[in-house]
């Protein structure tokens, strides 16, 4: 016997529409599936609709014992019992040793049973914090991946589809990025997205979204209004109010506020890039653990420019900064960075600047820079018809410890003007060789140095500050 077509129409539009979904956005998320139980797991704050309409969650004293938290949170309360067990015990050793001696008295007796019960006592003692000690370890577990100490469900099955709208901080996900710098000129970026699950809820769908953006947004009506001219009359003067009454009256102007929450068989999951900030993941099995699963999400690959840099009026350090135009949106600019297999960098950080991305690789352990004041006798202001001059410089040196050529490019500064009556002027920047420089606005100065190996470079930089001899000048 054949199916029609439109029956087999009809039978795939029923499983998509019942198929389970989790929608994760920045302040909640959205849980669709097809109840076969009542039970919804170890949460507390979370709201269930039923085709629309509010579902009551009810608090059960026992659990199925299927499910995986249950089993953890019965191991927990099983230790419980036993500790209790081996303190009820306790409790009738010591009565049976307060009991009245009698009146005759055997010694090796005695003896005997003062061994006995010291060593039933002993044992006791080190079950019982064994157990604690395995009890604790276990709650923890349990907290570690569950908002509440006892099991709910849904006071009826839900026949069509369930609703769980689970509270900020449950279920969350970030995103990082990793790059690989082997080739020089090209680098290869793989993001992954972090998801972490502690709702207490196991959770399987078979499609995820998730969402850089909040779900509640509030976006009120905006038109245009036009901005008046008229004649200014004084304002009339308002009477103080009382502090007390103030008070009162912005407390009731406030609004009120919602309550703000506290802080396995599917195939294998895919994720996909959807939209700037924006991802999806089919097949996503996410057990309530507390620990985050990772998964790749975009791959691609970008042409590469790294340079060695130094910023030395503000730190001494050179550092590789490698540029990119990216071809999707970062979301993030925490980073690994490896060469091949060797990792070159755990914690590197980009950001957007002039039109690229940059990455602060690492830094150059090879590079020694040095910056001092340079000390003039000419320091002391000289005065040329009501105009004082003033020079003043530093020094930077600049060593290399490898066996290796290095070329650097240095960012440095002398002072900028924001006033018509203080003018500032480069003298010149000097070396035992000639240094390639330019300066640019706000008093920037950019320098290219080669360094041979094991070379020691020192650079004289200095300037002139001239201003009215009655004004102070400060930098």
Known sequence: MKLSTSLIALLLSANVSHASTLD???DKTFYRYVQDSNFIGFAKRVQAKCEGSPLALMTISTCPQEERLCKLLTSVRSGEYKVQEIVSTQKVLEQLISLPQPTTFDAALSILSAQQIGTEQSRLLREKKLLQEEIAIKQKKFNKQATAAQASETSTLCKEELELIIPYGYVTFSTR???DIQDKKEISVTQYLSILNRSGIDIEAETAMFYYRSASQHVYPTHFSPWLVRKYTPPVPRKRMN???KYMQKEMAMPMLSMQSDEVAMPSP?????????????????PSTGVAIELPVLRWKSALSCELKAYPYTKTEAFHICSFTPKYQIDSNSWKVRSGTKVVNENASGEYRDKKYDIYTKVDEDIKILREAIVLRERETGIFGGTARKKDGFTLTFTNKSDKVKTLTVVERIPTSITDEIKVKLLEVKSDKKINYKIIDNGKIEMKISLAK????KIEVLFEISYDKDIKVNY
């Open 270 to 286: 895919i994720a996909s890039y959807e939209d700037a900030r924006e991802y999806k993941i089919k097949n996503l099995t996410l």
């Open 243 to 245: 502090t007390s009454k």
């Open 24 to 26: 994760v956005y920045q």
């Open 177 to 179: 990025y990793e790059a």
């Open 454 to 457: 094991n070379e020691t470079k």
